[in-house]
């Protein structure tokens, strides 16, 4: 997945790999917290080593993710372009990735909320109300000294 996201971004150079995963980790995270329910794990590790003669810095990345929704991951992509940088068209992308979170926020199959059929309340004015009452009155405790009883 990270190679795709590098590819749709135009970067070749793994220096920009730690922001991208971030941006990744924050697409998902932004996601999640709009309702949608992202099947597959988001697994992503960038390593920098720095080769202590020369000082220059290796980073290497593996990747083992595995969402595969394509709706999902287009998501994520426009999260990462908009986030990255300062694109031209940042104003564009935001409104388009703020679209694409609202649609799979609100399409049946990626979010966990009850479907109608699958809801257990019982409609109002059902025998289902009635077990909510209690069946018994609470005793009424008065004071000893007193004649007065309900």
Do not use: C
């Not at 971004?9 to 924050?26: F, N, S, W």
């Not at 909510?132 to 609470?138: K, V, Y």
């Amino acid at each position: 997945m990270l190679k795709e996201y590098m590819l749709a971004l135009r970067v070749t150079d793994m220096e920009y790999a730690p922001e991208i995963r971030r941006l990744l980790y924050a697409a998902k995270i932004d996601l999640e917290a709009a309702g949608v329910v992202i099947t597959g794990n988001l697994d992503i590790t960038v390593t920098e080593t720095e080769d202590p003669e020369t000082h220059e810095t290796t980073v290497t990345a593996t990747d083992h993710s595995t969402i595969t929704d394509e709706w999902v991951q287009t998501a994520m992509i426009t999260y990462v372009r908009f986030s990255f940088g300062s694109p031209a068209d940042h104003d564009r992308l935001a409104a388009s990735y703020d679209l694409q979170r609202r649609q799979l926020a609100n399409r049946t199959g990626y979010t966990d909320f009850l479907e109608p059929e699958d809801e257990t309340a019982a409609p109002a004015g059902t025998d289902a109300a009635a077990e909510t009452e209690p069946t018994e009155t609470e005793p009424v405790i008065t004071d000893p000294g007193t004649e007065e009883s309900p």
